[in-house]
Structures are given as C-alpha cells and as structure tokens.
C-alpha cells in the first residue's frame, strides 16, 4: 500500500511555472515506477509524465515535452513535476500516480496507487 499526497498547485498566468510535488508514504517508494496524469474538465485523464524506479529514464507526453521535467528524491519518498511555459489549455486536476511495470505505461490502468490530485490554473 502506498499513500500519495500532492502539492503545489495553484494559479499562474500564462508562461509562468509551477512545481507540483507528491508525497508517498512507506517504505517501498523505490519499487515503484512514478507518473503524473491530469484531468482537464469534461475530459478524460491523460499521461503527462513517468520516471522509472531509479530515475534512469523518464517519459513525457509530446504536448509538455520541452516544458515539464519529471524528478524524484527516494530517499525523500517525493516525485516532481517542474511545469514551465504554462499554457492555459495546461489547466487540469495534477494527480501522481505509482506503477508496478518495469515496462513504460501512459495508461491509467497502468498505475496501481493514485493521489487525490492538485489543481493547476493557468490564466490567459
């Protein structure tokens, strides 16, 4: 079992930054591949961004490739998303999210732990 608990939302004007944090509970932090996903209104949760267990590789979708960086900390038990250059379309509900696979996985089936989400405002 893992608890995640996020931070850092809030709202920024168009091209500012924000750094959203997730905080996990237990031991086993390392275990796990992390990823954050969002969910906009009226609209499906999407893959914004996975890094392995170790931070050896990370993956993002092409629409924040450029802008956001995923990063985690173990011995924090933390993952972060540094949003960059944020554009109003990036307004959603942030949640961070931990999986199992080895393998890279952009789907919510994928990630068996989830957090109750931040939510990040960008005005125009």
């Known amino acids: 079992q893992v608890d995640l608990v996020e931070s850092g939302g809030g709202l920024v004007q168009a091209g500012g930054s924000l750094r959203l944090s997730c905080a996990a509970s237990g031991r086993t932090f390392s275990s796990y591949a992390m990823g954050w996903f969002r969910q906009a209104p009226g609209k499906e949760r999407e893959f914004v961004a996975r890094?392995?267990?170790?931070?050896?590789?990370?993956y993002y979708a092409e629409f924040v490739k450029g802008r956001f960086t995923i990063s985690r900390d173990n011995a924090k038990n933390t993952v972060s998303l540094q949003m960059n250059s944020l554009k109003p379309e990036d307004t959603a509900v942030y949640y961070c999210?931990?999986?199992?696979?080895?393998?890279?996985?952009?789907?919510?089936?994928?990630?068996?732990?989830w957090g109750q989400g931040t939510q990040v405002t960008v005005s125009s």
């Open positions: 890094i392995s267990r170790f931070s050896g590789s990370t």
């Open positions: 999210a931990a999986s199992t696979s080895a393998r890279v996985t952009t789907t919510r089936a994928g990630y068996v732990y």
